[in-house]
C-alpha cells in the first residue's frame, strides 16, 4: 500500500483541479505530467540491475517527500490557492509560484515513475519464496489496489476541506517518509541475488526482529520458509545424509578397485610386451 500512499495517484487522478488551484494551465500541465511519467518510467529498465532495487526506493521516496513538501510548503506560504480565490497578492507572484509547484509535481512524477512505480513489482515478484510466491503476490496486488480506491475516495475529501491543496500534500510528505523508513529498516537489496540467497537474507536474526517482510513470507499456512522442522522430519534428514554418505563411501572404494585392476593390466602388458621385444 505504501506505493498508493506516496501520492502518485493524487497527482494522476486529481491533476487538474491541482493545476487549476495554482493558476497553471491544467490540460498543458496534465500532458506534460503524463510525458514525462511515460519517459522517465523507461529509465528505471536500465539502472535497476546497476542501482539496486533498495536504493532506487530509498531515493524515490527522498526526492518525492522532498518535492511535495516543497510544492506544498510554497502553496501555504504565499497562499496561492486563497489568492486564486480572492486574496491578497499580486498576479505575477501567483504566477511565478504556481510554476514554482507544477515543476515541482513534474519532479514529484519523475522519482516515482523512475523508482517506486515499476521497482515495488520488481521487488514483490522476488522476495517470497516459490512455495508461496504466487499467493503472496496476489495477497499484495491486492493492497495495492485497496490503497487505490482509499486513495481515490479520500482525495476529494482533502481537497475540498480546510486543508486543501497545502494540506493535502503534508500529508503525502509524512506518508513518504514512512516509507522512506521503511524501506530502510526492513528491505535487503536483492540486486544480484539468487532467489535462494535472498531467502538467506530474511532468515538474519536481526531482521527478522524488524521486518515485515519476514512475518509475511512466514504467515502463509503453505510457506516452508520460517518453518521448523519437526524431530521426525529431523531424523529423516539425519537419515538421508547417512545414506549419501555411504553411497559416497562405497563409489570412492568402487573406484579405488577400479584403479588398482587398471594398474594391474598394465603391468600385465607391460610384462608380455617386454618379453616380446627380449625374443
Known amino acids: 500500500m505504501f506505493q498508493q500512499f506516496t501520492g502518485m495517484n493524487v497527482i494522476m487522478y486529481y491533476s487538474t483541479s491541482i493545476f487549476c488551484s495554482i493558476d497553471v494551465s491544467s490540460y498543458a500541465a496534465t500532458a506534460i505530467v503524463g510525458v ?4 522517465t518510467t523507461l529509465i528505471t529498465v536500465f539502472i535497476v540491475d546497476k ?9 524515490g521516496a527522498l526526492g518525492m517527500c522532498v518535492s511535495i513538501l516543497t510544492a506544498g510548503l510554497l502553496i501555504h506560504i504565499f497562499n496561492v490557492v486563497e489568492e486564486r480565490e480572492g486574496g491578497g497578492g499580486s498576479e505575477e ?29 520488481v521487488v514483490t515478484s522476488e522476495i517470497f519464496p516459490l512455495s508461496v510466491r504466487g499467493v503472496a ?9 485497496i490503497g487505490n480506491f482509499v486513495v481515490a475516495m479520500v482525495t476529494p475529501l482533502l481537497l475540498g476541506s480546510v486543508l486543501k491543496t497545502a494540506g493535502t500534500f503534508y500529508i503525502l510528505a509524512g506518508f513518504l517518509f514512512a516509507s522512506f523508513l521503511f524501506v530502510l529498516l526492513t528491505l535487503p537489496e536483492t540486486k544480484g541475488e539468487s532467489l535462494e540467497r535472498i531467502d538467506e537474507l530474511f532468515l538474519r536474526p536481526w531482521l527478522q526482529r524488524i521486518n515485515l517482510f519476514y512475518y509475511l513470507r ?26 549419501n554418505e555411504n553411497k559416497d563411501d562405497t563409489s570412492d572404494e568402487a573406484e579405488d578397485d577400479e584403479n588398482e585392476s587398471l594398474i594391474k593390466d598394465t603391468d600385465v602388458l607391460e610384462s608380455s610386451l617386454s618379453a616380446k621385444f627380449d625374443k
Open 36 to 39: 514525462v511519467n511515460f519517459l
Open 51 to 59: 542501482v539496486g532495487r533498495k536504493s532506487l526506493l530509498l531515493v
Open 93 to 121: 507572484e501567483r504566477q511565478v509560484v504556481g510554476y514554482f509547484v507544477a515543476l515541482l509535481i513534474v519532479l514529484f512524477v519523475s522519482f516515482f515513475a523512475s523508482t517506486w512505480g515499476p521497482v515495488v513489482w
Open 137 to 145: 503476490v496476489s495477497v499484495t496486488t491486492s493492497g495495492n489496489w
Open 218 to 243: 512466514c504467515c502463509c499456512p503453505w510457506s516452508n520458509a520460517c518453518r521448523v522442522r519437526t524431530a521426525q522430519e529431523e531424523d529423516t534428514v539425519a537419515i538421508v545424509g547417512i545414506k
